[in-house]
């Protein structure tokens, strides 16, 4: 296993961190992030990364039409297991990469390179809704990003330092929310899916960003990278 062997996750199962074939900066923040992951995956072209990095993932999992035969052939000789899937499909390789993580216990996931091309950046965070109506926690991850959905009735804390930006996009209709600790607080406030009302605002106080979602489902955006959300036990009578 790459990963540094950290403790389960308070979710209930080890932290999973999936590479997937899109934009990467920093290589030493996403050196540091596989290290502490106790399964590492990559999706297909993931996988160059990782190399480069000289770091070898648990498993890759894809058509493998993004991954030469040169760079399949060294991770065979390192012991990574190789699940290939059919070019012609219905789910990308990044879904798969997510189904063998669930598969493989995860109880955490973590999802990098996800950003970059727009269709499979939108397409993550639809990956990231599926996770959140199951029950699992999951981000995307970046050196200047973190982003999950959430899905109604939840309630999440930051753990961000006073001035870090955050948005809040409606994904599937209007959504009401009540924030609190931010530069334009909310009480069950309405945000339209067809404005831009929900972006752009800013933590107050480190420790005092609170997210409730009352109704609908939202993607979480931000602006720093590592920022975790705490779950909380969302209010009665949130719906």
């Given at each position: 296993?790459?990963?540094?062997?950290?403790?389960?996750?308070?979710?209930?199962?080890?932290?999973?961190?999936v590479?997937?074939?899109?934009?990467?900066?920093?290589?030493?923040?996403?050196?540091?992030?596989a290290?502490?992951?106790?399964?590492?995956?990559?999706?297909?072209g993931?996988?160059?990364?990782?190399?480069?990095?000289?770091?070898?993932p648990?498993?890759?999992?894809?058509?493998?039409?993004?991954?030469?035969?040169?760079?399949?052939?060294?991770?065979?000789?390192?012991?990574?297991?190789?699940?290939r899937?059919?070019?012609?499909?219905?789910?990308?390789?990044?879904?798969?990469?997510?189904?063998?993580?669930?598969?493989?216990?995860?109880?955490?996931?973590?999802?990098?390179g996800?950003?970059?091309?727009?269709?499979?950046?939108?397409?993550?965070?639809?990956?990231?809704?599926?996770?959140a109506?199951?029950?699992?926690?999951?981000?995307?991850?970046?050196?200047?990003?973190?982003?999950?959905?959430?899905?109604?009735?939840?309630?999440v804390?930051?753990?961000?330092?006073?001035g870090?930006?955050?948005?809040?996009?409606?994904?599937?209709?209007?959504?009401?929310?009540?924030?609190?600790?931010?530069?334009?607080?909310?009480?069950?406030?309405?945000?339209?899916?067809?404005?831009?009302?929900?972006?752009?605002?800013?933590?107050?106080?480190?420790?005092?960003?609170?997210?409730?979602?009352?109704?609908?489902?939202?993607?979480?955006?931000?602006?720093?990278g590592?920022?975790?959300?705490?779950?909380?036990?969302?209010?009665?009578?949130?719906?």
């Amino acid at each position: 296993m790459t990963g540094s062997g950290s403790a389960a996750r308070d979710s209930g199962g080890p932290l999973a961190a999936v590479f997937l074939d899109g934009d990467y900066g920093d290589p030493g923040w996403h050196n540091a992030l596989a290290k502490r992951a106790d399964v590492v995956l990559a999706a297909d072209g993931g996988a160059r990364f990782l190399i480069g990095l000289s770091l070898m993932p648990d498993a890759v999992v894809g058509d493998f039409d993004s991954l030469g035969a040169a760079d399949q052939a060294r991770l065979r000789a390192a012991g990574v297991e190789l699940l290939r899937h059919p070019v012609r499909k219905d789910v990308t390789d990044g879904e798969l990469a997510v189904d063998e993580a669930l598969r493989r216990g995860a109880g955490e996931i973590l999802l990098a390179g996800a950003t970059g091309a727009l269709d499979h950046t939108l397409g993550h965070l639809a990956i990231l809704r599926r996770l959140a109506a199951r029950g699992v926690a999951a981000r995307i991850v970046a050196p200047r990003l973190t982003a999950t959905v959430l899905v109604s009735p939840a309630a999440v804390a930051l753990d961000a330092v006073a001035g870090t930006r955050v948005s809040l996009v409606p994904m599937a209709g209007d959504v009401t929310v009540t924030l609190s600790g931010f530069e334009y607080p909310l009480d069950r406030g309405v945000l339209p899916a067809d404005v831009c009302l929900g972006i752009g605002n800013h933590v107050t106080g480190p420790g005092e960003a609170r997210i409730v979602l009352h109704e609908g489902v939202a993607a979480v955006l931000v602006e720093c990278g590592g920022v975790v959300f705490r779950q909380l036990e969302a209010p009665r009578g949130t719906q």
